[in-house]
């Protein structure tokens, strides 16, 4: 952990996805890492997502960088799961609705397909799993979920992604109306690199 925390050491984030880098960097912030897009660390491979829980796509991407970059590598695998929706759209998230629509489409498909369900009965939860590989081959996966309700209009322009219908009832806002610093104290990925570095301490 000592080693991982220094600022001459980087951490590779196996990501393309440049809300997430911008998420974790906002979160890792406090923290001395040196972070590194998998583009920085000249990996620019298209890996593919064949896994069938966060947890295991996590852990493909995680693995697929470090046998090209070593060191520290850092995966996140994340969506949103409606129990209405036997948890679904889940590990395809990003590629419900098709994968180039947009997420006002993907929204809108949500909705259709939740039009009979009462509105507090649409509870949801983003999940998030964080795949570590430390230099040695060494590795670990966590991860972080957030409890909500999938509401019935976009409210917000913070965030990204499901984060506009993302109702938090604790706060009453979604997690796009939030502060990213609000967003962070009790979002998925927000819980999941806490973990993460709770876990890196003991090692």
Sequence with gaps: MREAMS??????????????????????????????????????EEIEE??????????IKARAVHSQTGGYVMADDSGLSIDALGGAPGVYSARFHGKDSSYEQKIAALWELLSDVPLYERTAHFICAIAVI?????SFVVEGVSDGILWDKMLGKNGF???????????????????????????????????????????
Excluded: C, W
């Design 50 to 59: 064949t896994g069938t829980t966060f947890a295991e796509n996590a852990m």
């Design 161 to 203: 992604g499901y984060d506009p219908v993302f109702y938090v009832p604790e706060f009453k806002m979604t997690t796009a109306e939030m502060t990213p610093q609000m967003k962070h104290s009790i979002s998925h990925r927000g819980k999941a690199l806490r973990a993460m570095l709770a876990e890196l301490d003991q090692s």
């Design 134 to 138: 430390r230099p040695d081959g060494s």
């Design 7 to 44: 600022d001459s050491v980087p951490f590779i984030l196996a990501t393309q996805n440049k809300d997430k880098v911008r998420e974790i960097s906002e979160i890792l912030l406090e923290y001395p890492f040196r972070i590194m897009t998998m583009d920085d660390a000249g990996f620019r």
